[in-house]
């Protein structure tokens, strides 16, 4: 299993390099089908490779991406950084919390356009991958503590293969790409059950 570093983004102007529609379809089709060179990545996104070398140079400045190694201009392949990125823990600024907002947005229309051509396509996959594709829907009760437990514990198990983004020798054969997605979020105007473990119970 591998165990995912998870790089904690506070400045602006990483989340705005992150929040690009562009931007993410490079990441994701050099992280899918990578390492990948400028004009490669071009070929997939449907932009020109001087435009792609640019935008893989500002995803590298941030860190997002990484020469792996042969080949000059453009045709020097990027890999992706596998490491997980978070934002939005704690306390910020006005603007950092515009630039998640953002990048988070941008991030989920991706997956979202993603999931809807899996559903698209679903019936003429075969039997084997149109049973093993899912996606899944639950309500349940939580406190703040468990809600953050299971989302350690759903890090850990969706990262236990992450060596094979980064690794192509590392995938077995009959596998493919497999996007992954899990999010747990309070209803924000449900009840909640009071809580009893306050000092005092207004008893003389």
């Known amino acids: 299993m591998t165990k995912q570093c998870s790089r904690e983004i506070t400045d602006v ?9 562009l931007r993410l379809r490079i990441l994701d089709a050099v992280g ?29 400045k ?21 490491d997980g990125h978070r934002w939005g823990n704690g ?11 953002a990048a988070a947005r941008v991030l989920l ?4 356009r993603k999931l809807w051509d899996w559903m698209a396509a679903r019936r003429q996959q075969s039997a084997e991958w149109r049973d093993a594709g899912f996606f ?32 192509p020798a590392a995938r077995p054969p009959g596998s493919r790409p497999v996007r992954l997605m899990a999010w747990g979020v309070p209803e924000v105007d449900g009840p909640a059950v009071a809580d009893t473990n306050t000092e005092g119970n207004g008893e003389q």
Not at 109 to 112: A, G, R, T
Not at 139 to 147: C, G, I, K
């Open 13 to 21: 102007e990483t989340l705005r390099a992150f929040a690009h529609p």
């Open 32 to 60: 899918v089908h990578g390492p990948l060179t400028a004009t490669e990545v071009a070929e997939r996104v449907g932009e020109s490779p001087a435009n792609c070398s640019w935008h893989l140079r500002q995803l590298a």
């Open 62 to 82: 941030y860190g997002f991406v990484t020469e792996a190694g042969g080949g000059t201009g453009r045709q020097r392949p990027w890999r992706l950084v596998t």
């Open 91 to 101: 306390e910020e600024s006005p603007e950092l919390a515009r630039a998640g907002d």
């Open 109 to 112: 229309d991706l997956e979202y």
């Open 136 to 167: 899944s829907q639950f309500v349940s009760w939580y406190t703040a503590e468990e809600l953050q437990e299971l989302q350690e514990e759903l890090r850990a198990l969706l990262a236990r293969h992450l060596d094979r983004l980064a690794d």
